[in-house]
């Protein structure tokens, strides 16, 4: 009937291969696009952010503690 009906084993072998190499390059990729750049500094042209309408927190001197 069809006497090359099914793949080589150097065939199924390559697909293995290429399929690995593509896993191993996309995640690679991920993790590239996911770390902080490397010539940013916080520091520079970092000032105060107001975020507009957060809560702000202050701390009670120890003796303004309640008793519990």
């Given at each position: 009937m069809?006497?090359?009906n099914?793949?080589?084993?150097?065939q199924l072998v390559m697909i293995a291969v290429v399929m690995a190499v593509s896993l191993v390059i996309w995640l690679?990729?991920?993790?590239?696009a996911d770390r902080q750049p490397?010539?940013?500094s916080t520091a520079a042209g970092a000032g105060p952010r107001d975020e507009g309408g957060a809560a702000t927190v202050t701390e009670r001197p120890s003796a303004a503690r309640p008793a519990v």
């Amino acid at each position: 009937m069809y006497p090359n009906n099914s793949l080589a084993t150097w065939q199924l072998v390559m697909i293995a291969v290429v399929m690995a190499v593509s896993l191993v390059i996309w995640l690679v990729a991920v993790f590239l696009a996911d770390r902080q750049p490397r010539g940013t500094s916080t520091a520079a042209g970092a000032g105060p952010r107001d975020e507009g309408g957060a809560a702000t927190v202050t701390e009670r001197p120890s003796a303004a503690r309640p008793a519990v």
